[in-house]
C-alpha cells in the first residue's frame, strides 16, 4: 500500500511537535456520493511562524514518503500528485487566521471504492456485503507504527495542543458506526491530546478500527 497523504500528514505534525509548541490539527472528511464518487477534503493547520521548519520537516520526510510530503504548502505539487493517482484536484487554499496557517485541499475520486481501496486515502476500505449495504472501515493511527520510543516519549512529554479527526458523510442513512454520530448520515473519529471529552488521546486511540455502514 502507497503512503497516503493523511500519514505523510500526521507524520509531518508530529515532527514538528518535537521541535516547536503551538496548536497543530489534522481533520479529513470524506464524503460519499449517490454517483459512486467522493470527495475527500484534508484541513490542517500550525502556526504562522513555523512555516519555514514546516516546510525543512516535508525535506526530511521526503526521503521516505516521496514527493507526496513536499506537496503540502505547494498548490502545483499537490495538483500533479493527485493527478498521477488518476484524481482530480478541485481546491488548493491557504490563509492565515489567528497567526495560524490553514491548508485545505479538496480532492474528487469519481470511483469512490477504487480510490479508498488503492490505499490513497489512508488504511481504508469500502466492500459491498451480501445484503448490498456498503461497509467502510479502516484504521486511523495517529502515531507512525515506526516511531521510535523515545520519540514518543518526547512527544508524550513536550507535546503542545494537537488534534486530528476523520469526518464521513454516507450517501444514505447510516446504518451503523462505531463513530460520534453527528447526525444521521454523518459520524466522525477524534484523536486529541491532551484528551477531550470526545475525543481519545492520541497516546491511546480507540477504537483501533473504524467501521461505519449505509
Given at each position: 500500500?502507497?503512503?497516503?497523504?493523511?500519514?505523510?500528514?500526521?507524520?509531518?505534525?508530529?515532527?514538528?511537535?518535537?521541535?516547536?509548541?503551538?496548536?497543530?490539527?489534522?481533520?479529513?472528511?470524506?464524503?460519499?456520493?449517490?454517483?459512486?464518487?467522493?470527495?475527500?477534503?484534508?484541513?490542517?493547520?500550525?502556526?504562522?511562524?513555523?512555516?519555514?521548519?514546516w516546510q525543512e520537516v516535508e525535506s526530511i520526510l521526503g526521503?521516505?514518503?516521496?514527493?507526496?510530503?513536499?506537496?503540502?504548502?505547494?498548490?502545483?505539487?499537490?495538483?500533479?500528485?493527485?493527478?498521477?493517482?488518476?484524481?482530480?484536484?478541485r481546491q488548493y487554499r491557504q490563509y492565515i487566521k489567528n497567526q495560524l496557517m490553514y491548508v485545505?485541499?479538496?480532492v474528487l475520486a469519481r470511483d469512490a471504492e477504487k480510490a479508498i481501496n488503492s490505499g490513497i486515502f489512508g488504511d481504508f476500505q469500502l466492500h459491498r456485503?451480501?445484503?448490498?449495504?456498503?461497509?467502510?472501515s479502516g484504521k486511523l493511527t495517529p502515531l507512525p507504527d515506526d516511531l521510535p520510543v523515545a520519540a514518543l516519549e518526547r512527544l508524550q512529554k513536550y507535546a503542545g495542543s494537537m488534534s486530528m479527526s476523520l469526518r464521513l458523510k454516507s450517501p444514505t442513512a447510516l446504518i451503523r458506526s462505531n463513530?460520534?454520530?453527528?447526525?444521521?448520515?454523518?459520524t466522525e473519529w477524534a484523536y486529541a491530546w491532551p484528551p477531550e471529552h470526545e475525543a481519545a488521546s492520541i497516546f491511546a486511540p480507540k477504537p483501533l478500527i473504524l467501521e461505519a455502514k449505509w
Open positions: 500500500m502507497q503512503a497516503s497523504p493523511t500519514t505523510a500528514l500526521l507524520c509531518c505534525l508530529l515532527t514538528l511537535c518535537l521541535f516547536c509548541c503551538g496548536c497543530l490539527t489534522l481533520k479529513q472528511t470524506l464524503v460519499f456520493n449517490q454517483d459512486s464518487s467522493c470527495i475527500v477534503t484534508y484541513e490542517y493547520s500550525f502556526p504562522e511562524e513555523q512555516r519555514a521548519l526521503e521516505k514518503y516521496g514527493e507526496i510530503s513536499k506537496s503540502f504548502l505547494n498548490e502545483q505539487g499537490a495538483r500533479q500528485f493527485f493527478t498521477d493517482n488518476g484524481l482530480e484536484l485545505e485541499i479538496i456485503d451480501a445484503l448490498g449495504d456498503q461497509l467502510f463513530g460520534l454520530n453527528i447526525d444521521y448520515r454523518q
